[in-house]
């Protein structure tokens, strides 16, 4: 059973459209992370969490912002999607300092 | 700034040999850890195997196991007795020890011929 998932798995919206990516763990972990996957960037951090209400930035937070709703969920939010944003989202959780186990993915396409 | 950099960007192997991939990092912490993880054709990415740097002995897994060289700032990942299913792309993670999240490397794509 998927400790970590993803939803939408699949998302077209249109330049300036408001998309929000959830992410719900049942690890019982303390932090959570988004990346954004890239071809020729690899995986890069955008926000993270370390509990319910706190928000960290990552390497690449601009256009971004995040919601940690409660130790299990943690959102995502474009509020003004750009085609620079188009992009193969991963969300993780890990025990402090320890090892990340990441979701399925979300695949993001601003036309 | 941490950085990890993966020179292999491809390699091809025969079914039950051994394949072995580089990775080189840089930090400027005493105490970091490292990672190795596997991306599958359906994208999903899992954790295989972690270094942790005061650790002297190589860590193993299965048919995993490490190479790592300190003074080099390298930790390479030995994969033995490769399977078909180790067709994926590997990637080098490291997390120095105050921070939070990976820093990862562009990943090595492996493929397994029968």
């Known amino acids: 059973e998927a400790a970590v998932t993803q939803s939408p798995r699949n998302k077209v919206t249109v330049t300036g459209g408001n998309v929000t990516l959830s992410c719900r763990q049942t690890n019982s972990h303390n932090y959570m992370y988004w990346y954004r996957q890239d071809t020729g960037h690899g995986l890069r951090l955008i926000h993270y969490s370390y509990g319910a209400g706190n928000l960290q930035i990552g390497d690449v937070p601009d256009g971004y912002k995040a919601t940690r709703t409660t130790q299990e969920d943690f959102f995502l939010l474009l509020e003004l999607a750009s085609p620079s944003q188009t992009s193969l989202y991963f969300c993780?959780?890990?025990?402090?300092?320890?090892?990340?186990?990441f979701g399925e993915g979300s695949r993001l396409i601003v036309v | 700034a941490q950085k990890v950099t993966q020179t292999q960007t491809s390699i091809s192997v025969m079914e039950k040999t051994t394949v072995t991939m580089d990775c080189v990092y840089e930090t400027r912490d005493s105490s970091y850890f490292l990672f190795w993880y596997k991306q599958t054709a359906s994208g999903e990415i899992v954790f295989l195997i972690r270094?942790?740097?005061?650790?002297?002995e190589n860590a193993t897994e299965g048919h995993y196991s490490l190479n790592f060289q300190k003074p080099k700032s390298s930790i390479g990942l030995i994969i033995t007795a490769t399977q078909i299913e180790d067709s994926a792309v590997y990637f080098c993670a490291m997390r120095e020890d105050y921070a939070q999240g990976l820093t990862f490397g562009l990943g090595t794509r492996v493929s397994v011929f029968p």
């Open positions: 270094q942790d740097s005061y650790k002297k």
């Open positions: 993780a959780s890990s025990d402090r300092g320890n090892t990340l186990y």
